[in-house]
């Protein structure tokens, strides 16, 4: 038996950008351990969420984005209160997105969930974070 897709729906923490997205249900984090990821301390979604399930419903404009060596994913900001709410894949665009999973509006507690831990730091994929 298949588990049915779900839609999510999320924003930054002002409001200027919101985003949903579908895929299966969330049931788990991930935390990577890599110098931005460790800063920002944020939950991602384990999963990538591909471009065809993945929409920016407002706020393209005040997105910012940060790419650090060695530049594999677009690590976007909102330009107003800061939060990051997803990121995507340089090298391969149609990997599609990770979340914030503090932005989801359906998940009251992403710190509830099992949190996976992928050491970026020492692993130079571009799937790490």
Request: hydrophobic fraction near 35%.
């Amino acid at each position: 038996m298949t588990e049915q897709a779900e839609t999510y729906e999320g924003s930054c923490h002002c409001g200027a950008i919101r985003f949903r997205f579908k895929g299966k249900p969330i049931t788990g984090a991930m935390r990577c351990n890599c110098s931005i990821c460790r800063r920002k301390n944020a939950l991602m979604s384990r999963a990538y969420y591909p471009p065809a399930d993945f929409e920016l419903l407002s706020g393209a404009d005040d997105l910012v984005v940060y790419r650090f060596e060695p530049n594999m994913v677009n690590h976007y900001f909102c330009q107003h209160c800061g939060i990051y709410p997803f990121h995507d894949a340089v090298e391969d665009p149609e990997l599609g997105y990770r979340v914030n999973l503090g932005c989801v509006e359906a998940i009251e507690d992403p710190h509830a969930l099992p949190v996976r831990v992928f050491d970026g730091r020492d692993t130079w994929k571009y799937l790490a974070c």
